[in-house]
């Protein structure tokens, strides 16, 4: 028995020798693996600024995340320690960018937009413990991570109310100032190609007589054809004569383009009265349009597959309207998007109802494997409902639909534009579907929050989901 036993302890300490290399070379394996795949996600990350600096991001995550005999380093150290790990290990890690092509589940190299980054990395001469008794001094571990930006499938739901031309109108000159007010009204003029009409001169000029018929021939309009789809040259004079809006900044009874632009917009500002309004830069619709562009210039910065479909409201219904299914042409999105104009179908504003045509839209057409978001903009209140005014319903519409929002696994992420915008119910939204609420402050010059709606789409447009695709 004791020759037995002593011949079994032999074994026994073989086998535990044996286990404990191998373990060594387990955890080894597992370290150089979490190492790279740490640096294939911040490389892939940093790829809207450059292959470069994507590059210099794998480099430095590999060596924040030490496998094998490699040491940690304190973060003060950290420039010290790339310049050790570049030194050591430079010819032992391969990096490569491009596009991930699943069918053939490789990386097509490519500096142009890509989308993906590829890491391998090989440690060399990691000892063993008891194998050197065998002749087996160490081993080489080697590992790959190859990290890549998850498509998204994004809906717009843009606010077309009437209220997205009230930063251009009198109707605001309170809150943004009146000389604001005159210089972005002659610059819609100006827009519009300065035309002239009779003697109308730009700066009003005051005609004390209520008489509609002298006022026209006063101002030379008599035989001059109303150059719009809607409205007469007798229901400008008749506005200018009575509106309460006019009479607040001192321009009551005084006719000219200025008071005539204020005219189009707050009374003629739909597509079918007056679509050239569509070209002009009436405030905050021009914004919007201008973050939209921004959204989609940082959507363009790297190949993600992304695609983008476009919601409004409201309809000419009353209800949401889809102007364009999801779709990886982005130019088309801008256009649309650069022709609407405040109110282009309907004055009110029935944000559930945009919300739903976003929600069915990505019900019916979104991909599987793609990440699924809305993204919310209003400046106003909900309001409109059912085909009619009820602001306490058409609020309950919009937390309905944010519940149906989440149950489906769609966040949203809102957007509050201005003063009259109800942050709120938007941050109420945000919060039900776990996306992310922008508030863009109003009473504020318009090149500020124009600044703040671009910041707002710019980083939606940058916070792209990773997924390690191998």
């Known amino acids: 028995m004791t020759v037995l036993a002593a011949f079994l302890l032999i074994v026994m300490f073989a086998m535990i020798a044996f286990s404990i290399d191998i373990g060594n070379k387990i955890v080894a394996k597992g370290e150089i693996q979490r190492s790279v795949d740490a640096a294939a996600m911040a490389g892939a990350g940093m790829l809207v600024e450059g292959s470069a600096n994507a590059q210099a991001s794998v480099v430095e995550y590999l060596a924040r995340n030490p496998a094998g005999t490699m040491t940690a380093v304190d973060q003060s150290q950290m420039e010290t320690a790339i310049a050790e790990f570049l030194a050591n290990h430079q010819d032992d890690v391969e990096i490569k960018v491009g596009h991930w092509d699943a069918d053939a ?24 413990f008891f194998a050197k008794l065998f002749g087996q001094d160490s081993f080489t571990v080697r590992a790959e991570a190859i990290a890549s930006y998850q498509p998204r499938d994004i809906v717009l739901v843009l606010d077309l109310s009437g209220s997205m031309s009230y930063d251009s109108q009198f109707y605001h000159a ?15 003029y100006e827009e519009l190609g300065s035309p002239t009409f009779g003697n109308m001169q730009f700066a009003p000029v005051y005609y004390s007589t209520t008489k509609t018929s002298k006022i026209k021939n006063y101002l030379g ?3 001059v054809p109303y150059p719009y789809n809607s409205g007469s040259w007798n229901d400008y004079i008749n506005y200018v004569k009575s509106s309460s809006t006019l009479n607040s900044v001192g321009y009551k009874k005084k006719y000219g383009y200025l008071t005539f632009m204020n005219y189009l917009l707050e009374r003629r500002g739909s597509h079918s009265q007056t679509p050239e309004l569509a070209n002009v830069s009436a405030q905050p619709m021009q ?28 309809a000419s219904n ?21 022709g609407f104009q405040a109110g282009h179908y309907h004055t009110y504003t029935n944000i559930g109802a945009g919300m739903t045509t976003a929600r069915l839209e990505l019900n019916t057409n979104a991909r599987d494997g793609a990440y699924q978001m809305i993204v919310l903009l209003t400046d106003g209140n909900a309001n409109w409902v059912n085909g009619s005014y009820n602001q306490y319903a058409a609020r309950q519409y919009v937390l309905d639909e944010a519940a149906l929002a989440a149950e489906a696994g769609y966040p949203i992420m809102t957007i509050s534009l201005g003063a009259d915008a109800d942050q709120t119910l938007m941050q109420q939204v945000a919060d039900i579907t776990g996306g992310e609420h922008f508030n863009i402050p109003g009473g504020q010059a318009v090149s500020s929050y124009a600044s703040g709606l671009k910041d707002a789409f710019e980083d939606i447009a940058k916070d792209r989901p990773l997924k390690l695709v191998k």
Do not use: C, W
């Not at 490789?106 to 063993?128: G, H, K, M, W, Y």
């Not at 309170?174 to 819609?188: C, H, M």
């Not at 299914?325 to 650069?338: C, E, G, K, P």
């Open 174 to 188: 309170s809150r943004l100032g009146q000389t604001a007010i005159e210089d972005n009204l002659e610059q819609i």
């Open 105 to 128: 589940q490789q990386v097509i190299e490519t500096d142009v937009r890509p989308s993906t980054v590829s890491v391998a990395f090989e440690l060399a001469d990691q000892p063993f």
């Open 318 to 338: 009353g209800n949401g309207a889809l102007e364009s299914s999801l779709t990886n042409d982005y130019d088309l999105i801008r256009s649309l998007t650069h």
């Open 287 to 314: 914004s919007v349009k201008d973050a939209v562009e921004t959204f989609f210039s940082y959507m363009e910065e790297v190949d993600t597959d992304d695609r983008v479909g476009l919601s409004v409201y409201n």
């Open 221 to 223: 309009l008599n035989g």
